[in-house]
T-cell receptor, first 114, second 115 residues
Framework: GAGVSQTPSNKVTEKGKYVELRCDPI?????LYWYRQSLGQGPEFLIY????????DSGLPNDRFFAVRPEGSVSTLKIQRTERGDSAVYLC????????????FGPGTRLTVL | AQSVTQLDSQVPVFEEAPVELRCNYS??????LFWYVQYPNQGLQLLLK??????LVKGINGFEAEFNKSQTSFHLRKPSVHISDTAEYFC?????????????FGAGTTVTVRA
């Protein structure tokens, strides 16, 4: 079956612009995670959804970052007033449930803020 | 909160030689432990995980890891590597129990296998 997909694969934007990054999880997976991977570092947690609700958003760096999952499937990560420091690969993962379940990762969206 | 330290940022190794990637973690609670691999231009793929039970865990592609609670380590090993094992490897932890399922990753170890 299809894995986790993310669109776009690459996004180049200018400082101050608004961007949306999309994640399509594996069908039937109720848990969805967003991570951010900066160059030379491991992924860092941003937010976790269980169904439609954000169960843990403690990793969002500031109020410019927001994520939604209105129907419990597709999720969108939204970044307002982008800054050059937001440049990174944004990874999405899904799992069947939360605890103990393998997180399946998408290929990521590479965001470049000029 | 949990944190992970991968002690080697780069590991060059010859084909058919053994390799060990070191991982230490810090946590105030019990943890689950994972190793992920990221091949060039691909997403993260789970190699193996430790949840409970035997401290020696076997994963895909001939990799294994051993959980050592007293040393808070989870080192990854492979007795004989192939060119195709060239990739970045990440150690990760998550808290045991509760509702905290997020993964905390190390900075990664780049393995380069040479003929």
């Amino acid at each position: 079956g299809a894995g986790v997909s993310q669109t776009p694969s690459n996004k180049v934007t200018e400082k101050g612009k608004y961007v949306e990054l999309r994640c399509d999880p594996i069908s039937g997976h109720t848990a969805l995670y967003w991570y951010r991977q900066s160059l030379g570092q491991g992924p860092e947690f941003l937010i976790y959804f269980q169904g439609t609700g954000a169960a843990d958003d403690s990793g969002l760096p500031n109020d410019r970052f927001f994520a939604v999952r209105p129907e419990g499937s597709v999720s969108t990560l939204k970044i307002q007033r982008t800054e050059r420091g937001d440049s990174a690969v944004y990874l999405c993962a899904s799992s069947l449930r939360g605890e103990n379940n393998e997180q399946f990762f998408g290929p990521g969206t590479r965001l470049t803020v000029l | 909160a949990q944190s992970v330290t991968q002690l080697d940022s780069q590991v060059p190794v010859f084909e058919e030689a053994p390799v060990e990637l070191r991982c230490n973690y810090s946590s105030s609670v019990s943890v689950y432990l994972f190793w992920y691999v990221q091949y060039p231009n691909q997403g993260l793929q789970l190699l193996l995980k430790y949840l409970s039970g035997s401290t020696l865990v076997k994963g895909i592609n001939g990799f294994e890891a051993e959980f050592n609670k007293s040393q808070t380590s989870f080192h990854l090993r492979k007795p004989s590597v192939h060119i195709s094992d060239t990739a970045e490897y990440f150690c990760a932890v998550s808290a045991f129990g509760g509702n905290d399922y997020k993964l905390s990753f190390g900075a990664g170890t780049t393995v380069t296998v040479r003929a």
